[in-house]
């Protein structure tokens, strides 16, 4: 996948996330929830910390930690789209992390957290509140173990 195509990729995920947040911080209230389906709530809560508030508690410390831990991801991503022979399944995955990476990043720097407002749960159990650039990276993680997967079995004989 031509270098474009995968900077287009992480551009849509970064506008979609970031409208997202906008949204979610004009029209909802912190901590109080809106149902949207029995499994599903919209509901706004701030993260300094990293997944799954991972030094949440910290001292301002970690808001500067993980920008620039994000920020060095990012470049080794484009690092990689750009110099290496990547089968489309691993372009994705690493285009959809980049655009993820950076909207938390731009979060970070611009707000001091993280903007977060999906809430799933079942009854009164709770997966930890996350936003579209955490969807984004988690969906390209598991690419990646997918396409590791099949290169590790055989299905694919394509480049990482």
């Known amino acids: 996948m031509p270098l ?3 900077l ?5 995920v970064l506008l979609i996330d970031q409208v997202t947040k906008w949204l979610a911080l004009t029209h909802l209230q912190l901590g109080i929830p ?3 389906l029995s499994f599903l709530n919209w509901l706004l809560l ?5 997944a799954f508030s991972f030094l949440a508690q910290g001292s301002g410390w970690q808001r500067w930690f993980f920008t620039l831990l994000g920020l060095a991801a990012c470049a080794y991503i484009v690092y990689l789209l750009a110099r290496t022979q990547l ?3 691993m372009a994705w995955a690493l285009s959809l992390i980049l655009g993820g990476a950076l909207g938390n990043v ?3 720097l611009m707000l001091g957290f993280v903007v977060d ?4 749960h079942y009854g009164n159990w709770h997966w930890p509140a996350f936003n579209i650039a955490d969807s984004a990276i988690s969906i390209g993680a598991a690419l990646i173990i997918l396409a590791e997967l ?4 055989g299905k694919s004989a394509q480049p990482l």
């Not at 287009?8 to 849509?12: D, E, K, R, Y």
């Open 46 to 50: 701030f993260n300094p910390g990293a």
């Open 150 to 153: 099949r290169r590790a079995f």
């Open 87 to 89: 089968n489309k399944t």
């Open 4 to 6: 474009y195509s995968s």
């Open 106 to 108: 731009l979060d970070r």
């Open 117 to 120: 407002f999906i809430d799933c």
């Open 8 to 12: 287009t990729i992480a551009t849509l």
């Open 34 to 36: 809106q149902p949207v």
